[in-house]
């Protein structure tokens, strides 16, 4: 394959639906690509998948049908590493395994030149580990894509403690060129996102354990008087109940066993059982043909009640991740609208619902249960003392 001159040729490795994106996205922009899977019918289904997206595009006239035609000429399928020699980006987007992350960028620096900047995909992964596998670690860094990458504009940027200062300014570049809004994120256990929202489902399964309301009702909360696009359960259903549940398990563990993050029997059970949500028909809600939705109990006092406990959780982690450094305050906001389509930033958020409600209902919470699940965050503890606000 022939390379155009003067644009850089990127190599994704990995091409399930999150490799299969990130090279739509890079060959939408104009790069060359080359995407890389050891299964030979894994590549012969991501071929076919972007050829239908891309013809679906057409249809809907936000593609020609050149148009369409050139950016899947431009993705070059293979199985064999060596052909990642002329990269000068390489992103790997495989399964969540710290040591087969390692052997491949291992190999890789044996092919690629110095110059390559090496990035991992990975969610809930230690990118300084990750690096730690390669002779030049300054070039490794983390670029976190969320699904669908064609759809979603957030891109984290996850600098190791090894990144060059000069790479990650210009993988930054370079992924905003892709037309995509990028956040930095300090390499601590699910960076921003995976981190901070992490009450919005673990607070919700608490709600329903404890028995003080059932799903449909707390779905109904979050988005009828929270304004969330889908509730908890719903959401949870769409990302699949196995994922979601590893996540949470991954953050549990990677921060020593916090109780902030500790994962729900509920959701636990519900993954061994196969009752993954959409994708297996039935999870938190039955999706098979005929099913019939539950209704919500529409009691207003008690929605608001349940819409409060989880926003004041959700601005405590927002509050803690600032303290701790994590993110600009700017970034954790955008973060959260932009990656997972909060109705608004949390920090901003914090400062509409008052930053002293928010201390006064964790401090309730903590003395109900007397659990460091419901210690409040230093920082929001100092700016009631000082009388500020985050803008």
Known sequence: MEFEKGMKVIGIIGAGSMGSGIAQVAATAGHEVILLDSSKPMLQKAEQGL??????????????????????DRIQFTDQLQEFDPCELIIEAIIEDLNIKKQIFRELESIVSKNCIIATNTSSLSVSAI???????????????????????????????????????????????WGKITVQAKDTPGFIVNR???????????????????VATIDWAMTEIGGFRMGPFTLMDFIGND???????????????????????TQKRLAEAGYLGRKSGKGYYDYSEGATKPEPYFDKALGNQIFNRILVMLINEAADALFWDIASKEDIDLAMTKGVNY?????????????????????????????????????????????????
């Open 196 to 214: 901070v929202a992490r009450p919005f489902y673990g607070e919700a399964l608490r709600v329903l354990e404890e028995g003080i309301a059932d």
């Open 343 to 391: 109705p608004a930033g949390l920090l901003r958020w914090a400062d509409e619902f008052g930053i002293d409600n928010c201390v006064k209902q964790m401090d309730q919470l903590y003395d109900e249960y007397l659990e460091d699940r419901y210690r409040c965050s230093p920082l929001l503890r100092r700016m009631v003392r000082d009388k500020k606000t985050f803008y």
């Open 131 to 177: 690096a730690s596998a390669c002779d030049y670690p300054q070039r490794v860094l983390g670029i976190h894509f969320f699904n669908p990458a064609p759809l979603m504009p957030l891109v984290e940027i996850i600098p190791a403690i090894q990144t060059n200062e000069s790479i990650l300014s210009e993988a930054k570049k370079t992924i905003s060129s």
């Open 243 to 265: 994922i979601n549940y590893t996540v949470t398990e991954t953050v549990f563990k990677s921060f020593f066993y916090d109780p902030r993050y500790k994962p729900a029997f």
């Open 51 to 72: 050829k239908k997206i891309l013809d679906r595009l057409v249809e809907k006239d936000k593609l020609t049908k050149n148009e369409a035609g050139s950016i899947l």
